[in-house]
């Protein structure tokens, strides 16, 4: 038999553009292009030529005076354009509000995106989550209670493939161990919700459920709360008011034909 065909080669100028993009993304208005440079280790010539081609193009922007980078309009185009084709998001946006109303705590619904949690629509419960919490803002699966019920969907093998190899650290609670997070992550598969404790945000407690319209689950529900609202009975009642929503939304999104 001939062999199979083989992965057409890795354009280098498209990757670091995209890691470029990625990185800035990641921390928007703190880096300048040699910062870039030293962080991803490109020669500074070639860098600044892609920053000043995405800058060209819509997709940076650079600071007047300070020269930090921050992402350009162009990618809030392309952003809607993906909202606007996710067919679940109609309905997942009714099932955060219902849940906000029924529990009291800021929602969200997200999608595992590789190693990271997309935020694709939060309800909020008051003014001060809004400053963290955005539709479009990606963070480590591993420091989110979204994230962590999303891995449990996944076997052990499948985990280790979506990870770095090096776990970030966004608190002083982020679980960087990886026996630390497999047990957390044990722990979501076996009860069907997960709990994070200030891991991803000091002063906040998330829950999270796992969506089941697709197998294994790419979207999940959260809740967060204040970490002294998040006693143990509030934190049950919380995951159970989850489970229900999450139910209702299944049950939904399967009738509806949405995958």
Same mark, same amino acid.
């Not at 500074?44 to 350009?72: D, F, I, Y």
């Given at each position: 038999?001939?062999?199979?065909?083989?992965a057409p080669p890795a354009v280098k100028s498209a990757e670091r553009t995209l890691e470029i993009l990625q990185t800035v993304a990641r921390w928007p208005g703190q880096l300048t292009a040699p910062d870039l440079a030293r962080?991803? #280790?490109?020669? $500074?010539?070639?860098?600044?030529?892609?920053?000043?081609?995405?800058?060209?193009?819509?997709?940076?922007?650079?600071?007047?005076?300070?020269?930090?980078?921050?992402? =350009?309009?162009?990618?809030?185009?392309?952003?809607?354009?993906?909202?606007? #084709?996710?067919?679940?998001?109609?309905?997942?946006?009714?099932?955060?509000?219902?849940?906000?109303?029924?529990?009291?705590?800021?929602?969200?619904?997200? $999608?595992?995106?590789?190693?990271?949690?997309?935020? @694709?629509?939060? $309800?909020?419960?008051?003014?001060?989550?809004?400053?963290?919490?955005?539709? =479009?803002?990606?963070?480590?699966?591993?420091?989110?209670?979204?994230?962590?019920? @999303?891995?449990?969907?996944?076997?052990?093998?499948?985990?280790?493939?979506?990870?770095?190899?090096?776990?970030?650290?966004?608190?002083?609670?982020?679980?960087?161990?990886?026996?630390? @997070?497999?047990?957390?992550?044990?722990?979501?598969?076996?009860? =069907?919700?997960?709990?994070?404790?200030?891991?991803?945000?000091?002063?906040?407690?998330?829950?999270?459920?796992?969506?089941?319209?697709?197998?294994?689950?790419?979207?999940?529900?959260?809740?967060?709360?204040?970490?002294?609202?998040?006693?143990?009975?509030?934190? +049950?009642?919380?995951?159970?008011?989850?489970?229900?929503? +999450?139910? +209702?939304?299944?049950?939904?999104?399967?009738?509806? #034909?949405?995958?």
């Open positions: 038999m001939p062999d199979a065909p083989s962080h991803l #280790g490109y020669p $500074r010539s070639s860098l600044h030529a892609l920053v000043r081609t995405l800058e060209s193009g819509g997709w940076l922007h650079q600071e007047p005076g300070t020269g930090r980078l921050r992402v =350009g309009a162009q990618a809030l185009v392309s952003g809607s354009a993906y909202l606007d #084709g996710e067919t679940v998001l109609p309905y997942a946006q009714d099932a955060v509000e219902e849940v906000r109303t029924r529990t009291g705590h800021t929602s969200h619904y997200a $999608r595992l995106v590789g190693g990271d949690v997309l935020y @694709l629509t939060t $309800r909020y419960a008051s003014t001060r989550d809004t400053d963290t919490f955005r539709v =479009g803002r990606s963070l480590p699966a591993t420091a989110t209670a979204l994230g962590q019920v @999303l891995l449990a969907e996944r076997t052990d093998d499948e985990v280790r493939t979506l990870l770095p190899a090096t776990l970030p650290q966004l608190t002083e609670h982020t679980l960087t161990d990886p026996a630390a @997070l497999a047990t957390a992550v044990e722990q979501a598969r076996s009860r =069907g919700w997960a709990v994070e404790r200030e891991q991803s945000r000091a002063g906040r407690v998330c829950v999270a459920v796992a969506v089941h319209h697709r197998i294994p689950a790419t979207d999940a529900i959260s809740c967060a709360m204040d970490a002294e609202q998040a006693t143990e009975t509030e934190v +049950r009642r919380t995951a159970e008011e989850l489970v229900a929503a +999450r139910d +209702r939304l299944t049950a939904t999104l399967r009738r509806e #034909g949405v995958r």
